[in-house]
């Protein structure tokens, strides 16, 4: 079971969180045209890297809060976490 | 009955307690501190079971978790329990246990029959054999292989014992209490930091309970008796025996199994039988010890073939003789241990060592005793088919090719000893690549991965002093990282014995014109013949050969097979054991009771149970509940021998014709703030929003990204920047996560917020033809009229004295309000809705009913809106705004979304108007066509129509919207109904919705 440091409240046991995702996906913007393509990326088109690799998690059982988990998928080891809004270095 | 195997004096049971218990029915005696297996040896019984493949006759071969052999299945206090280690499981008063594996009996089992026939059972002969013809699988060889296989049985009855959960932090987990997870413990615990320190067995100790040393001028057992009670005041420090340290996962979580009661008659009132420890350790030290390697020999699986450290076991812990004629069979000087042990006792031991010439302290002394010790010597085979009666022994060539004249000599048990495999599971588990120490012919753990050490034999360190002073700092150095503090404890002074070198030799040559089965892995009846056969037969990888042959597979996991495997491997083919590689440790270490890893989540207890503050009052009335989701919902209220058939009728009818009233408190509620939540919900519902009135509600559909429906409801704004949100019970949480996302990360510039408010509102549907004359004497001075309170209109009103929502919803398709209060008055308001309603033969109705209402009118819910289908699918296209971007909204563009011929809801009634469609059928358009049947669509939803008397299902159907009048069937082959329908509008009543509006 993962640690995961939500920047809001702390380290917490992984149970607390859920899975959100690749936190690098962009929404179009609303009310622009966009090619079914751009669209297909956005909603299904996925890359699963070995290695690094920035999600989005939920602290569920905390604050309710989505945070950006940088983690690494094959060793499981964080190397930082941050806010929705916060610049990822 | 005397024990006859029970020296006089001696060891650490309790000689003063008494213990008697069954095995195999029959009545023996034990003493308190005794395992099942040492009561056993005391007694002489040596036959507990029967092996796995070939059903050859099984004994002891270790003294604990190693145990491939003693297998029973455990009975107390009126409960079973399969794979129990008989040399794990503590004497109590009232034991039973059985064999397992055998039938019908231990000493004559009918699978036997499999050790005769065993040149048919080679490597891979189930995947050979059980191939073909496929029809066979079921009927002949699963059940034969279910008969066969097996480690006992489970009970099917519920388990009436209780386990238990604990999350634990700490700065450093010790796992093993032998001299390193002592003296690393006093170390830490001196330093201030809070230790957990973890013994699997009863006693604490580890290999100091059955060594001759001296540390700090006492024995060492004294030494570390000192240690334990000096850590067990100390505050920081949590001693926990017959606690296995099992598992060792991500970023240092490793997971424990504590026998809280398995030692007893019975559990304890208010005790769990087993804890399962989540521990987050900040440091993790392994200090699991070894365990003592065999020498392979043919028949080495003989009942009295056992590990020489085994048989010291028994006899300085329990006083027990494994055999009154022990030959010893080593290859190294830890052999001589146990022969010096059996002669301290008046028994002769003879010992073979492989060795042609060792020297070293401790051979002197064995000497010096009058030890008969044969040098260059080995066993080439045991003799004796339920017990060892004899083996035939003979001289060894130096390079360990070639033997001398066999010669016989009797015997009764014999001792093994082929050096020390240290156990590296946790480390492994950790992520530790291990790596392979030549000078002990074993694996070691490598750079540290998580924060996990692995101290002393773990480490393949072997001598006493080396392990103490490592471990003794690496406490210090440890704690000191986290406490900051720097407490001096001192190294107690060491006396052992100086080993010499251990021989590399761990396996017999067969003899000219012998087939000796030489056995790898006793558990699961692995030969050295049946590796030959894997790697003639093209197996190289060494995971291969293991699932190939099952070496290493069964509940020991190899414990004391994977070593000599690898040996065999890498010298047959040409390689060093490193580049073979060792198979992957995965935990548990041991096996695990389901009980423990399922703990307290059994039952009810599985999930939380969830009631509206109206429930008592359900209660009261006879409500007969139903799971919806984590809520307990009234599914009808019986009255007396109605069925639920006749009583949702009943009340669906009382809706339709009266009025009824259902307890909504269920329903997710979410409340939305702020100056930009009408753009929100503009956003996020299909359909528009910004020029919602205040005081009115409307009906919305959410979609996910990918077109999918994902959740429908009403919302209303009750005042300008504010909204109640309603969403269906089941994706109530789901929902407010959806929310938190696009506010919190894809528009965080929307000023506005969610809550979740379900829970402090409690909900009553008033639905009915007089729900309105009802709502008139509950709310006097409230205008509740059409004009006053039009359909999706919202009032506030006065509940004598209790603050009510009013809101003109409905669901049932009736003309109908719901009226929120806050939920400690919700027993309140019901009471006066059933009071009022009195007049106007009120009914409350359940959820039953509340699916009848709603089918028949061909609103949708979570049966159709399954996350498959599309708002055209749910006929609710009419809400998609084309002037407004919406979640989702460019998906729906999809070819398939588009199509001409896309499913979509439609009725559907049998042609007799009498037989119930079963829902999840399928629809058909010829009921005799050849299978596969294309499916045209499924049924959704079913009830009986109370408006009509008849049977209504709704379905999602290919081309729904063209199939209106058509004849189909309703095939459901799990019920054997094969039914002739006929293809309706989904809104079977009252399809212009007049009544809600009425
Ligand atoms: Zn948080």
């Keep these: 079971m993962l640690h995961i440091k939500c920047p809001h409240c702390g380290i917490r046991s992984q149970n607390e969180f859920s899975y959100g995702g690749d936190a690098t996906v962009k929404r179009p913007e609303l009310n622009k045209e966009v090619t079914d393509q751009e669209w297909d990326n956005f909603v299904y088109n996925r890359v699963s890297p070995r290695g690094k690799h920035l999600e989005l998690w939920q602290h569920l059982s905390g604050c309710r809060q989505w945070i950006k988990v940088e983690r690494d998928t094959a060793t499981h080891e964080i190397f930082k976490t941050y806010k929705a809004n916060e610049e990822v270095a | ?998």
């Excluded at chain 2, 490598?446 to 050490?453: D, F, H, I, R, Y």
């Excluded at chain 2, 001192?490 to 251990?502: M, Q, R």
């Excluded at chain 2, 030959?532 to 190899?558: F, P």
């Excluded at chain 2, 979304?897 to 009498?914: H, N, S």
């Design chain 2, 1 to 998: 009955m005397a024990q006859g195997y029970r020296i006089e004096t001696g060891g650490l049971i309790n000689r003063n307690k008494k213990i008697s218990f069954k095995f195999n029915g029959v009545t023996y005696f034990g003493y308190e501190g005794d395992t099942l297996a040492s009561a056993l040896l005391a007694n002489g019984v040596h036959l507990v079971g029967r092996s796995f493949k070939y059903h050859r006759p099984r004994g002891f071969f270790g003294a604990g978790v190693d145990e491939p052999y003693a297998v029973v299945q455990l009975y107390r206090n009126g409960e079973t329990e399969p794979n129990i280690k008989a040399t794990e499981q503590e004497l109590f008063e009232g034991l039973e246990a059985s064999s397992v594996n055998c039938w019908p009996s231990v000493n004559f089992d009918i699978g036997a029959i499999n050790n005769v026939l065993k040149i048919f059972l080679p490597a891979g002969f189930y995947y050979k054999t059980f191939m073909w013809p496929k029809s066979f699988w079921y009927k002949i060889y699963e059940p034969f292989i279910r008969k066969a296989a097996g480690l006992g049985v489970a009970s099917t009855k519920h388990d009436k014992e209780r386990y238990e959960h604990k999350y634990e932090y700490c700065d450093l987990l010790i796992a093993g209490s032998g001299p390193s997870g002592l003296a690393s413990a006093y170390s830490a615990a001196k330093n201030g930091a809070k230790v957990i320190l973890a013994e699997d067995k009863p006693r604490y100790g580890g290999s100091l309970l059955t060594s001759d040393v001296n540390i700090g001028n006492q024995l060492g057992k004294d030494w570390a008796d000192g240690i334990i009670s000096e850590l067990k005041e100390m505050p920081n420090v949590t001693l926990k025996n017959r606690s296995q340290v099992f598992g060792y996962y991500d970023h240092n979580m490793l997971v424990m199994s504590e026998k809280v009661s398995d030692h007893l008659p019975k559990t304890k009132k208010y005790h769990p039988n087993k804890r399962l420890w989540y521990i987050r350790a900040k440091e993790v030290l392994i200090s699991s010890g070894s365990i003592e390697r065999p020498i392979v020999f043919g028949n080495n699986d003989t009942p009295g073939v056992m590990l020489s450290s085994a048989a010291k076991e028994y006899l300085k812990v329990y006083g027990v003789l494994v055999g009154k004629k022990p030959l010893v069979f080593t290859n190294n000087d830890s052999g001589y241990e146990t022969a010096i042990e059996f002669k301290k006792h008046g028994v002769d031991p003879i010992v073979l060592d492989s060795r042609l010439n060792p020297q070293s302290e401790i051979i002197d002394e064995a000497k010096n005793l009058g030890i008969n010790i044969k040098n260059s010597y080995v066993v080439v085979a045991a003799q004796g088919y339920k017990k060892v009666k004899s083996a035939d022994v003979a001289t060894i060539s130096e390079d360990k090719k070639t033997l001398g004249k066999i010669e016989n000599i009797i015997c009764d048990c014999i001792c093994v000893s082929g050096f020390w495999t240290p156990t590296i599971h946790l480390a492994s588990q950790s992520g530790n690549k291990t790596k392979f120490n030549e000078e002990i012919d074993a694996f070691v753990p490598g750079a540290s991965k998580q924060n996990e050490s692995t101290l002393g034999a773990a480490n393949g360190v072997f001598t006493l002093e080396e392990t103490l002073k490592t471990s003794f700092e690496k406490g210090k150095e440890l704690s000191k990282k986290i406490t900051e503090k720097d407490n001096e404890v001192s190294i107690p002074n060491v006396v052992e014995k100086k080993y010499s070198k251990h021989d590399k030799f761990w396996c017999v040559p067969l003899p000219k014109g012998k087939s000796y089965k030489r056995f790898l892995d006793f558990q699961n009846d692995v030969a050295v013949s049946d590796v030959e056969i894997a790697l003639r037969e093209g197996y190289r990888s060494i995971e291969h050969v293991k699932r190939y042959t099952t070496l290493g597979m069964a509940t020991d996991q190899g414990k004391t097979s994977n070593l000599n495997g690898l040996q065999l491997v890498s010298e047959i083919e040409n390689k060093v054991v490193p580049s073979v590689g060792h198979t992957t440790f995965r935990p548990p270490y041991t096996p695990i009771s389901i009980g423990a890893i399922v703990g307290r989540e059994v039952g009810k207890h599985s999930k939380p149970t969830r009631k509206s503050p109206i429930h008592n009052w359900h209660e009261e009335h006879n409500a007969v509940f139903v799971d919806a989701g984590v809520w307990l919902r009234p599914r009808y209220y019986k009255r007396g021998n109605e069925t639920l058939f006749e009583a949702s009728k009943r009340e669906a009818k009382n809706v339709r014709t009266n009025v009824g009233v259902c307890d909504v408190t269920t329903l997710g509620k979410i409340d939305v703030k702020g100056p930009d939540a009408a753009e929100f919900l503009n956003r996020v519902y299909t359909n528009a929003w910004l020029k919602l009135p205040v005081g009115k509600a409307r009906y919305g559909v959410m979609l996910r990204e990918d077109g999918i429906v994902m959740d429908d409801g009403t919302t209303t704004r009750i005042s300008e920047n504010h909204y109640h949100m309603t969403t269906t019970t089941a994706q109530a949480a789901n929902v407010l996560s959806h929310l938190e996302y696009y506010l919190q990360l894809v528009w965080p510039e929307l000023n506005v917020n969610v809550v979740s408010t379900t829970e402090q509102w409690a909900g009553a549907a008033i639905a009915g033809p007089k729900s309105r004359d009802l709502l008139k004497k509950l709310f006097p001075k409230t205008d509740v009229s059409n004009e006053g309170l039009p359909f999706m209109g919202y009032v506030e009103g006065d509940l004598f004295g209790v603050k009510a929502r009013i809101f003109r919803i409905s669901f049932s398709g009736e003309l109908a309000y719901e009226v929120n209060v806050e939920s400690d008055n919700g027993r309140f308001m019901w009471e006066r809705i059933i009071e009022f309603g009195e007049e106007f033969q009120i009914q409350p109705y359940g959820t039953e009913a509340l699916s009848t209402l709603r089918i028949e009118m061909g609103h949708v819910a979570g049966s159709e809106l399954d996350g498959r289908t599309i708002p055209y699918d749910n006929a609710l296209e009419g809400l998609l705004s084309k002037k407004k971007d919406f979640i989702g909204k460019r998906s729906l563009q999809r070819a398939a979304f588009v199509a001409d011929d896309r499913q979509r809801i439609v009725g559907v009634v049998p042609l007799d108007k009498k037989t119930s469609i079963p829902e999840g059928s399928h629809l058909v358009k010829d009921a005799n066509a050849p299978l596969p049947n294309k499916k045209l669509g499924h049924i959704s939803a079913s009830c009986w129509s109370v408006e009509y008397d008849n049977p209504f299902s709704l379905a999602i159907l290919k081309d729904g919207k063209n199939m209106i009048g058509e004849k189909l069937f309703v095939m459901s082959p799990l019920k054997n109904k094969v039914i002739p329908v006929e293809i309706v509008s989904s809104h079977y009543v009252d399809p212009k919705g007049e009544r809600v509006r009425s």
